[in-house]
């Protein structure tokens, strides 16, 4: 059914994430699908102090739901659905697996190449020795794609 097909995207604070997301929300809305938006978090590092790293630990919770929430209300006005939003802490490769692996409704990662220095590791290790982990397709799309050949191309 197509109300079940979820596109993951990754939340991360690269450029070329907003051509992902445009290109999920574009896909979804055509489809009658959703969308999920994946921030990862890093792992507070050990800390002298254990309360130092539990309030590091919620800012950077805090500072991901903000994110979301307005990149939430973007992909609501593009598809006019609400998205799933997730938030991580971790490796990102690991993780990103780790969201495929538990929740069967994504079926289809979407991920935006880096325009300068190579594919971006993400996509070079989701596309490399990571690929056999992967439940579900892959769309790459180049990350220099202007808003209207995204529009083409969905």
Excluded at 73 to 83: A, D, K, N, R
């Amino acid at each position: 059914m197509p109300q079940d097909r979820v596109f993951l995207v990754v939340v991360d604070d690269s450029p070329e994430r907003a051509v992902a997301l445009r290109y999920a929300c574009l896909r979804a809305r055509k489809s009658g699908g959703r969308v999920a938006l994946l921030r990862i978090t890093e792992p507070v590092g050990l800390q002298e102090w254990a309360g130092v790293g539990a309030l590091m630990q919620e800012e950077r919770r805090q500072e991901a739901e903000q994110l979301l929430s307005a990149l939430g209300t973007q992909v609501q006005e593009i598809t006019g659905g609400l998205p799933l939003l997730l938030i991580r802490e971790g490796d990102a490769v690991e993780q990103v697996l780790s969201v495929l692996a538990e929740d069967p409704r994504i079926s289809i990662l979407v991920l935006a190449t880096a325009t300068e220095g190579g594919p971006g590791p993400l996509v070079t290790a989701l596309s490399g020795r990571q690929a056999g982990r992967l439940r579900c397709p892959m769309t790459i799309v180049p990350g220099g794609l202007s808003d209207e050949e995204l529009d083409r191309v969905t």
